[in-house]
Nanobody
Framework: QVQLVESGGGLVQAGGSLRVSCVASGRPSSRYILGWFRQSPGKEREFVAIINRNGGLTSYADSVKGRFTVSRDNAKNTVYLQMNSLKPEDTAVYHC???????????????????WGQGTQVTVSS
């Protein structure tokens, strides 16, 4: 079993940048497809980005495409989400998730994932 811990959230002004990280422990992160989701109060958890095991394939929600970049460093068991040109509507708790699935899915539902982190709050002020 793997444990996921996110960090790096905070308060940033609109137009600014922030990088959130997620460290995996218990098992090597290279075993998993990793994704980022976000959730705002009163809304369902929303897909943000996904990256395959070796980092060669990535996919993004239309709402963040061109502004966010997902990457991973398997030597550090860490996945990152670089967020640029942030907007107030990006305000949410950001969760990372790990999937044991064999086949990479560029836009999976939440049940594609086996493990979830507790999340880190990102707040974008206008």
């Amino acid at each position: 079993q793997v444990q996921l811990v996110e960090s790096g959230g905070g308060l940033v002004q609109a137009g600014g940048s922030l990088r959130v990280s997620c460290v995996a422990s218990g098992r090597p992160s290279s075993r998993y497809i990793l994704g980022w989701f976000r959730q705002s109060p009163g809304k369902e958890r929303e897909f943000v980005a996904i990256i395959n095991r070796n980092g060669g394939l990535t996919s993004y929600a239309d709402s963040v495409k061109g502004r966010f970049t997902v990457s991973r460093d398997n030597a550090k068991n860490t996945v990152y989400l670089q967020m640029n040109s942030l907007k107030p509507e990006d305000t949410a708790v950001y969760h990372c998730a790990a999937s044991e699935r064999i086949v990479y899915n560029p836009n999976p539902a939440t049940d594609y994932y086996n493990y979830w982190g507790q999340g880190t709050q990102v707040t974008v002020s206008s």
